[in-house]
């Protein structure tokens, strides 16, 4: 049933990708402007063949697995409620006060589905919480994973290449640990990011829009709770395998919220957009982001089944990594520059 929910999300996302790659009354472009990346007007609807199709994967997985799990209906709740707002606000361009009620009565839903942790786990050790912090943590979390998620898409493949990758390990994750809705449905996710990705990759012939982009990201939220409830994977590996996405953007927030900008504002200055404006262009720096990607897949697997030593260390190869990537990319961005002082 596994492979027949991953292949029906994956042909249906490939084929509704493709027709509206090519036109439809759904057709949005995405026209250039002084933040964009891409430089042709571009549609950006390809998330709503992301979220049929997993919702069309989802389907024949709960029918064949016969799912009862009550909770689960919430996170169909918050789901819609996201993909519906961000579809919204990929026609009309909503305020973000409007969308971030949305986000925040989402974040509610799967805080009602009982998908709330009430403890943060550390290699051996653990801290047990109150409910309220759970309450307010799981808030924040999935509120911000939603707008992360929205903020890592502006290059052609990289939000479909994490969310394949991503959402794929999960899928092993759950096939290890026992977990068979868990494992079906993340796969179920990847071929629908995979189905879009074909249609995607550079150079991209259509963008997921802030419909692909923020459910991918609540889904990404839920899978890390949904990982931690049911005691297959640690929040804290959950975060390693997604870092890729929650490093860039969480450091770029933080130094344009002490440069005084408005971070919510559409910008250039993510570190995928820095290398590709350096001279990398959009096929390289999705390559090697699709390497980071894997890298950190591999270091969460690694961690799961190690033993606290270990996990250890793969927290410090974690931060490391990212140290010598974030001084890399300013290296790569001086040689730019000077190349193009002295060809001048």
Request: hydrophobic share 55%; charged share 10%.
């Amino acid at each position: 049933m596994t492979i027949v929910a991953f292949a029906v999300s994956l042909v249906i996302s490939a084929c509704l990708t493709f027709a509206l790659a090519h036109g439809s009354r759904f057709t949005i472009l995405d026209t250039p402007n002084e933040r964009s990346l891409h430089t042709k007007p571009t549609p950006r609807t390809g998330g709503v063949a992301i979220v049929l199709a997993i919702g069309m994967g989802s389907i024949v997985a709960a029918f064949g697995l016969e799912v009862t799990d009550p909770s689960l209906a919430w996170v169909v709740l918050g789901a819609l409620l996201v993909a519906t707002v961000s579809f919204m606000d990929d026609w009309y361009s909503l305020r973000v006060k409007h969308r971030l009620v949305v986000h925040i009565l989402a974040a509610g839903s799967v805080i009602y589905g009982g998908f709330v942790p009430n403890h943060l786990a550390l290699t051996d050790s653990a801290w047990i919480w109150p409910e309220v912090i759970g309450v307010a943590f799981t808030l924040i979390f999935v509120v911000w994973a939603i707008n992360l998620y929205n903020f890592m898409d502006g290059m052609d493949g990289l939000a479909a290449g994490m969310a394949i990758v991503a959402f794929g390990t999960y899928g092993l994750i759950g096939f290890l640990e026992g977990g068979e809705l868990f494992g079906t449905l993340a796969l179920v996710v990847a071929g629908s990011a995979f189905g879009f990705l074909l249609f995607n990759f550079p150079p991209a012939r259509i963008f997921m829009g802030d419909t692909g982009s923020s459910t991918l990201g609540f889904l990404a939220a839920v899978f890390a709770l949904w990982g931690v409830r049911d005691q297959l994977i640690p929040f804290w590996i959950s975060v390693v395998l997604l870092s890729p996405f929650i490093v860039d953007a969480t450091v770029t927030l933080v130094k344009r919220t002490l440069a005084g900008e408005k971070f919510w504002k559409a910008h250039k200055t993510h570190y995928y957009q820095r290398l590709v404006q350096a001279g990398w262009g959009h096929r390289r720096t999705a390559i090697a982001e699709y390497g980071i990607m894997c890298s950190m897949s591999g270091l969460a697997l690694i961690a799961l089944y190690g033993d606290a030593v270990t996990q250890w260390v793969v927290m410090a190869l974690v931060v490391l990594a990212y140290l010598v990537l974030i001084v890399a990319v300013r290296r790569i961005e001086e040689v730019w520059q000077q190349r193009n002082h002295d060809e001048n």
